[in-house]
């Protein structure tokens, strides 16, 4: 994955409006980049073809859809562990907390520690489907980004 640093669309945006851009080569098409916007919590799939450029899709999300997202994203090729995704959707955690608590949570409290996990995961995957993206469940370990097969 090829990450472009965030631009300014020229408008008077605030940091933290700025537009990430990512390229997933072997999961999109040639010339298509996905562009998230998490303040608005929309993400774009763009076509940058010169022959025929345009938004192919745009999808809303919600807000803790994009904490999910994001970090699934920007993991890419490589996983996005648990504990990672667990601090973007309960962001007074830190990645070093949330590690320790899924450490050291058993049977039944580890379950309950990965329900909002796996149900956040859930929510997006339908957002995902239609970029041809999934998320893929690596056992007791997190997700990974994968190229949706129909």
Sequence with gaps: MQHNRPINTG??????????HLTF?????????????????????????SSEPGIRKQIVFTTSGMAVLVPLLQSYPTYCPYEVIISHLFPLLSIEDCRTMIQTAQGDERE???????????????????????ACSLRNVGYILNKKFV
């Design 112 to 134: 309950l520690l990965l329900r909002p996990l796996r149900r956040a995961v859930g929510n997006v995957s339908h957002g995902l489907c239609q970029l041809g993206l999934e």
């Design 11 to 20: 408008s008077t945006l605030a940091p933290q409006e700025e537009l990430l």
């Design 25 to 49: 080569p072997g999961l999109l098409p040639g010339f298509h980049v996905l562009v998230i916007n998490s303040q608005l919590c929309v993400v774009s799939l763009l076509c940058l073809d």
